[in-house]
Nanobody
Framework: QLQLVESGGGLVQPGGALTLSCATP????????ITWFRQVPGQERESVACISLNGATTTYADSVKGRFTLSKLQRENVVRLQMNSLKPEDSGTYYCAASNVACGYPIDFWGKGIPVIVSS
């Protein structure tokens, strides 16, 4: 069973930045394709960004392209989601999720979620 541990959420003003981290204790993060999802109450969970098993390929939702950057850090064994120029509509609960196969495939493991609030 893969454990996904999210950190870095919180409250930030519009235009600000936050960095979310997803750690995979006791498992190599390069064994999994990692997707960040976000969900707002009453709405469906949406995919924000995904990074491939080897970390070479990333995909982003149109709404975050140019503002969010996803990366895998080998030494720290984490996935980092750098979020810049944040907007109120970026608010929600962010979930780290892992697939044993690739981005776009069914998710095998989910994190518990972490809140991000963009508000003045």
């Amino acid at each position: 069973q893969l454990q996904l541990v999210e950190s870095g959420g919180g409250l930030v003003q519009p235009g600000g930045a936050l960095t979310l981290s997803c750690a995979t204790p006791e498992h190599n993060v390069f064994w999994y394709a990692i997707t960040w999802f976000r969900q707002v109450p009453g709405q469906e969970r949406e995919s924000v960004a995904c990074i491939s098993l080897n970390g070479a390929t990333t995909t982003y939702a149109d709404s975050v392209k140019g503002r969010f950057t996803l990366s895998k850090l080998q030494r720290e064994n984490v996935v980092r989601l750098q979020m810049n120029s944040l907007k109120p509509e970026d608010s929600g609960t962010y979930y780290c999720a892992a697939s044993n196969v690739a981005c776009g495939y069914p998710i095998d493991f989910w994190g518990k979620g972490i809140p991000v609030i963009v508000s003045s």
